[in-house]
């Protein structure tokens, strides 16, 4: 049967997939826009299984919070190509996704990747569009927080999202929006000391004391320098004892402290490419 451009252009608009293959489409589709886009998924479905051995290391971060500041999603759409990463579409599929993760606020990625949109899950859009698109796209990441204050940052060119709860209410929009960029930029592990994981404390004191072993030290004394350096970890890694990155001279939990008396960080979540 005769398609026509309107028709086209119309899925075209629809999906966002080049001019031939819309046209492709709808003419195995016998003109039935449903039945096209079925087509369209089907061929992105073929498309992943080709390039699922392939890197998708470049995308956008997205971080998201609610208008009462108390609840936070921040996720990872992955694209193989920076050229991708950059499409305003590509960008803007981000945040209605992640738009969507806010209001429904799915406990994990399994359920979010389920939610419907727009007639289909948002697992079903993404691999839509590795037909539309060309290359590998997936959904690498989603994170979310609950918090009495959470305070949101992406980071330039949406190369990395960070929420960060705070454990008071109020207008902590700077001192969130700070803290939050001291987590993107020196990437701690934990919020502090207690949250960092048995295996890795173990680890990093093992490590001290082969250090100090190496260096000739006393047998006696090995314990006690491994602590020293496990300390040395414990402020290098973990937020609160972090220096401040705007005032090296105070840690973040006292730069929070100067902000309100009693003012933490409950918990964060980081996000970035790669």
Do not use: W
Request: hydrophobic residues 40%; proline residues 1%.
């Amino acid at each position: 049967m005769a398609i026509s451009a309107q028709d086209v252009k119309r899925l075209r608009d629809m999906t966002g997939a080049g001019m031939m293959d819309c046209k492709k489409a709808l003419a195995e589709a016998e003109g039935d826009f449903d039945k096209a886009i079925e087509v369209l998924r089907l061929k992105g479905q073929k498309l992943s299984v080709k390039r699922a051995e392939r890197e998708a290391k470049e995308g956008v971060v997205i971080a998201e919070v609610s208008d009462d500041n108390k609840r936070g999603v921040v996720i990872r759409l992955s694209s193989e190509t920076d050229f991708v990463a950059k499409n305003e579409d590509f960008i803007t599929l981000a945040k209605e996704f992640a738009k969507l993760g806010l209001e429904k606020f799915p406990a994990t990625r399994e359920e979010f990747v389920n939610l419907d949109y727009n007639g289909m899950t948002i697992g079903e859009k993404v691999t839509e569009q590795v037909g539309v698109i060309g290359e590998k796209i997936e959904l690498a990441d989603y994170q979310r927080l609950e918090s009495e204050y959470i305070a949101p940052y992406i980071h330039m060119g949406y190369k990395a999202g960070v929420l960060v709860g705070l454990n008071k209410e109020g207008d902590f929009d700077s001192a969130g929006r700070d803290v939050a960029m001291q987590v993107a930029a020196m990437k701690p592990i934990a919020v502090d000391k207690d949250g960092v994981d048995s295996a890795v404390v173990e680890k990093e004191v093992e490590i001290g004391k082969e250090q100090a072993r190496q260096e000739g030290k006393p047998e006696q004394i090995i314990e006690k320098i491994a602590m020293g350096k496990l300390g040395k970890f414990f402020k290098e890694n973990t937020l609160l004892n972090q220096a401040f990155v705007k005032d090296s001279g105070m840690t973040v939990q006292q730069y929070l402290q100067s902000v309100e008396d009693g003012l933490t960080v409950k918990d964060f979540k980081h996000v970035q490419l790669g």
